[in-house]
């Protein structure tokens, strides 16, 4: 069969202290001569107190101060954003007033933002697009790290770091998700696997096991199924999880390299896989029930997709455990990713109100309520802990993305290039789609400029 034409099947996708206390020791009074007294040392300074940063004005003077938030959420997570933001206005000691300006999605938002950017004083965005915006945007690290109005230390750096540039902070994190693994355990011990994989040469084994077990009845119809389910949505999360697992990067000094050799063999390892049958693609948008029914052992899927799943479960009756593992490789990983808060560089009196809401947000209470109601991670390590244990593990194996406004085009390409490779598999190797991808993104990119 001819290959079909990578760059028309682009252009299709692209579409889409006290002080010490010292005692004197006096003599008893005797008829002979006294020695010379002993001097007592002099009580030691107490060092001076740093100063805490100036934040260019008082609190106390923020009595009426108005502030305005953008933001593209939508469904429940904006009216949760919505009645949280309602109680911060009734309940702060500074009388500050928080106005929601609300999109129907972040391109949405980005698309008024460019008519009138002086209108905002917060926003919530992706971490690339605040990096975008750097020139109107203020740096948080002289309220992140306040003695007195910045965060405690339970914060997790790898959620901080992701907006962390050029030695300034541009945002702080409102909640992350992760893109991970969902794995049968109940169905892995039936096989004969007491653990989750952690290298590609366990993974594989488990998954062809998985795919073997189909093939153990007359009906052929079902042979293809077992092992890794491959999702049928476009996203960057889960080929970068691949690459990043098996030693892959997608960013070389200030350049775009997807098609790296370690990366074109990570993700040529699950062209084998799906050769030899141990994955299959399924052309349908949910593969929820797929793994609840044990047609597949993996399935790749985003921390909200685990309320779908126990749903899934729950409809066939099935008591099969399963749990949240990181992409097996040489050194396992979880992207993480979500939406940051950004301040607009204005006056100092919305400055500061803005960023009292910001923190008020991550507060514990916030969070907790947050994590509970979305499913997604909260950015305090104390409450991930008692909200999010299942996730507690995979902590230590978060990565970040490039740290880089063109991310926004890149990422896009990246995802869009990987649901091609699974759909016109085997018509194309790994190789050719991550240089498609490559000049994709340089075209785009220069455009940009």
Same mark, same amino acid.
């Given at each position: 069969m001819?290959p $079909?034409s990578?760059?028309?099947?682009f252009?299709?996708f ?11 020791l006096?003599?008893?009074p005797?008829?002979?001569?006294q020695?010379a007294p002993i +001097? ?10 740093t ?16 502030i305005?938030?953008w933001?593209g959420?939508d ?10 933001t309602?109680?911060?206005n ?9 106005n ?12 008024a933002?460019q008519?009138d ?9 992706l ?7 750097q020139e109107?945007?203020k740096?948080?690290g002289?309220? +992140?790290?306040?003695?007195?109005f910045? $965060? ?5 750096? &790898?959620?901080?770091?992701?907006s962390?540039?050029a ?6 994190p409102?909640?992350r998700s992760?893109?991970?693994?969902a794995y %049968?355990?109940?169905? /892995?011990?039936e096989?004969g696997?007491s653990a ?11 998954a062809?096991?998985a %795919?073997?077990?189909? !093939?153990?009845?007359?009906?052929? #119809?079902?042979?293809?199924? =077992? ?18 697992a098996q030693?892959g990067?997608v960013?070389e ?6 098609g790296?050799?370690? %990366? *074109? ?27 609840? *029914? ?6 790749s $899927? ?5 309320q ?6 729950g409809a066939?009756?099935?008591a099969?455990?399963?749990?949240? $593992? ?9 992207? &993480?990713?979500?939406?940051d ?7 100092? /009196? !919305?400055q +500061?109100?803005?960023?009292?809401f &910001?923190?008020?947000?991550l507060?514990p ?6 994590a ?6 909260? &950015? ?6 008692? !909200?999010?244990? #299942?996730?507690?593990a995979l902590l230590p ?10 991310w926004?085009?890149?990422?896009q390409?990246?995802?869009? =290039?990987?649901l091609?490779m ?11 789609v991550?240089?498609e991808?490559? #000049? ?10």
């Open positions: 001819r $079909i990578l760059p028309l099947l252009t299709l692209l579409l889409s202290a006290c002080a010490p206390q010292v005692t004197l006096r003599p008893h005797s008829a002979t001569p020695a +001097l007592a040392p002099s009580p030691s300074p107490l060092p001076s107190p100063p805490a940063p100036s934040l260019g004005i008082d609190p106390a003077a923020l009595d009426g101060v108005q305005s938030l933001h959420l469904g429940s997570t904006a009216a949760l954003l919505a009645q949280l309602t109680e911060f009734l309940t702060n000691l500074w009388g500050i007033t928080v929601l300006q609300a999109s129907p999605n972040l391109n949405q938002m980005e698309t933002l008519k950017s002086a209108q905002y004083d917060a926003l919530l965005l971490p690339e697009q605040a990096l975008s915006r109107e945007l740096d948080l002289i309220y +992140l790290h306040h003695p007195e910045g $965060i405690p230390t339970d914060q997790i750096p &790898v959620f901080f770091q992701q962390a540039q030695e300034a902070q541009w945002g702080v409102f909640l992760a893109r991970v693994l %049968n355990q109940t169905w /892995a011990r096989l696997f989750a994989p952690q290298t590609w040469q366990e993974f594989r084994q488990q062809c096991a %795919n073997a077990s189909w !093939k153990t009845d007359a009906d052929q #119809s079902n042979d293809g199924f =077992g092992g890794l389910l491959l999702e049928n949505t476009s996203n960057w999360q889960t080929p970068y999880g691949w690459v990043t030693g990067q960013l000094g200030e350049d775009f390299r997807f790296a050799e370690e %990366n *074109a063999a990570a993700l040529q390892n699950l062209f084998s896989l799906r050769e030899d049958g141990c994955a299959w693609f399924l052309d349908s948008f949910s593969g929820e029930e797929q793994f609840a *029914a044990r047609r597949a052992l993996f399935l $899927i985003s921390l909200p997709q685990r779908s799943i126990t749903q899934a479960m066939l009756a099935s099969d455990e399963w749990t949240l $593992i990181a992409f097996p490789g040489d050194s396992p990983a979880v992207p &993480v990713y979500g939406l808060f950004a301040l607009h560089r204005g006056s100092e /009196a !919305k +500061l109100a803005a960023w009292l &910001v923190r008020w947000m507060e209470e916030q969070q907790a309520r947050l509970q109601e979305t499913g997604l991670l909260p &950015v305090r390590e104390s409450v991930l802990r008692a !909200k999010v244990p #299942s996730f507690a194996f978060a990565v970040l993305y490039p740290q880089t406004a063109d926004a085009i890149a990422s390409v990246f995802g869009d =290039g990987y091609a699974a759909r016109i598999f085997p018509y194309a190797s790994a190789q050719g991550l240089d991808v490559d #000049s994709t993104v340089l075209d785009l990119t220069k455009e940009k400029e």
